[in-house]
């Protein structure tokens, strides 16, 4: 039976999450989560355009489009008038991304100069999920599919709802005992929330939605993230924790 849709409408916020196949890992070492990363700043903000700056040097391309072997200059940047990255979380063996659209539906010019239109949501993972296996299929010699089956999403109902679903996705390691605090843990967005403009701050997310409800300031949120989560709260998280995780 094919997979529930959620219907993608204009500003609506989505929690998206793929594990790997038959829960085998999907990052093994560091240089996997920020390829992971990096394609996603390829796909959402774009990295940039080729200079002259670059040109002494052997490799321009490599400076410019450093995300996959295969990488096509078409695609750099092709979702930022779409999609705003409001959270992720990236797993040993999965990924949690927080999204809103922008605009539900996109459209790229071919190479024959004709445009393709496509839905904004799907494509996105699509391609996010073909680039990063490409890369790590490579590097680890291996071949076949590295994502169990279509990505899972959940459409978010209300604000307070988008509240539990980010904080759940930011103690995500926490709750995994992979560290005990979730600024321990650098393969998250956490860092974009509590230490904004931080090194250590992943640039691509855009913060602005979720900081509102907090009067713009981080520490609540921190607050807010290191509160205990009531009852109640655990119910709402559960209407957006997918099946698989079980």
């Known amino acids: 039976m094919p997979a529930f849709r959620p ?27 920020h390829d992971f990363q990096d394609i996603l700043r390829y796909f959402l903000i774009g990295f940039p355009v080729p200079t002259q700056k670059y040109a002494n040097l052997p490799d321009p391309g490599s400076q410019v489009l450093p995300v996959t072997y295969k990488a096509d200059p078409q695609s750099n940047g092709l979702f930022k008038p779409l999609v705003d990255l409001i959270g992720y979380c990236l797993m040993p063996n999965h990924f949690h991304l927080l999204v809103q659209l922008k605009n539900p539906a996109g459209e790229i010019k071919k190479l024959n100069g004709r445009f393709a239109y496509f839905h904004t ?12 296996s490409h890369k790590f299929n490579r590097r680890y010699k291996r071949e076949g599919a590295l994502f169990q089956g279509r990505f899972k999403v959940k459409h978010i109902l209300s604000d307070p709802d988008l509240l539990q679903v980010i904080r759940y996705i930011h103690l995500n390691p926490v ?13 998250s967005d956490y860092h974009s929330y509590a230490t904004p403009g931080s090194m250590r701050t992943f640039q691509v997310t855009n913060t602005k939605l979720v900081l509102s409800y907090f009067s713009g300031n981080p520490e609540k949120y921190v607050e807010f993230v290191h509160d205990v989560i ?7 998280i559960g209407q957006y924790v997918m099946d698989v995780e079980k």
């Open 7 to 33: 219907e993608y409408l204009e500003n609506g916020v989505y929690h998206v999450y793929n594990r790997g196949v038959a829960k085998l890992p999907t990052f093994i070492g560091p240089d996997d989560y």
């Open 121 to 132: 949501l799907p494509e996105l993972i699509r391609r996010v999920g073909i680039t990063y």
């Open 175 to 187: 709750v995994a005992s992979l560290v005990q605090k979730p600024a321990q843990w650098v393969y």
């Open 230 to 236: 009531t009852e109640n709260e655990a119910r709402v």
